[in-house]
């Protein structure tokens, strides 16, 4: 089993960054690919980004160019560099490990942007 722990919201101004991160109870270099989704009030949670675990990256359009996610797995840890933010990504961010043993999510944090 993986445990996900998520860590970095919070409230912020449009056009502010935050970075999200997300700490593994299991060795990073065990986990193929790790992402973030965000769920919105009244939406259905949305892919963000994934990572596998040689780097390759994948973006949702709405955030290409200004998120960036990257994992340490010697830190068993992924991360999300938000940056431009909008009142549209308001949402919980959930991060999602997916390994060997199966798939995770950890338990969210939320994001707030002030318009």
């Known amino acids: 089993q993986v445990q996900l722990v998520e860590s970095g919201g919070g409230l912020v101004h449009t056009g502010g960054s935050l970075r999200l991160s997300c700490a593994a109870s299991?060795?990073?270099?065990?986990?193929?690919?790790m992402g973030w989704y965000r769920q919105a009030p009244g939406k259905q949670r949305e892919l963000v980004a994934t990572i596998s675990s040689d780097g390759r990256t994948n973006y949702a359009d709405s955030v290409s160019g200004r998120f960036t996610i990257s994992r340490d797995n010697a830190k068993n840890t992924a991360y999300l560099q938000m940056n431009s933010l909008k009142p549209e990504d308001t949402a919980v961010y959930y991060c999602?490990?997916?390994?060997?043993?199966?798939?995770?999510w950890g338990q969210g944090t939320q994001v707030t942007v002030s318009s």
């Open positions: 299991r060795s990073g270099y065990s986990i193929a690919v």
């Open positions: 999602n490990a997916l390994s060997g043993w199966g798939v995770y």
